[in-house]
């Protein structure tokens, strides 16, 4: 996925308000797999590679990478 929709600042109208409160929530979505591929777990026996792999997905999920 590129990078996360940045979440418009809100206006005093509530439509603006509501057009942040739904970037915030599909970039909420998306973060934590309710939206998009989850992450998967890393076995008992992991490597330290496969963790080191695995925090770097994290951390690519995180800043929309």
């Known amino acids: 996925m590129s990078k996360l929709s940045a979440i418009p600042a809100p206006g005093g ?15 909420f979505e998306y973060m934590t797999g309710a939206r998009g591929n989850k992450i998967k777990t890393l076995p008992e026996n992991a490597s ?12 690519n999920r995180l800043q929309g990478d």
């Not at 109208?13 to 970039?27: C, E, G, M, P, T």
Request: hydrophobic share 50%; aromatic share 0%.
């Open 13 to 27: 109208d509530l439509q603006s308000i509501q057009r942040s409160a739904k970037v915030l929530s599909q970039n």
């Open 48 to 59: 330290v590679a496969d963790i080191i792999a695995k925090l770097n997905e994290v951390i």
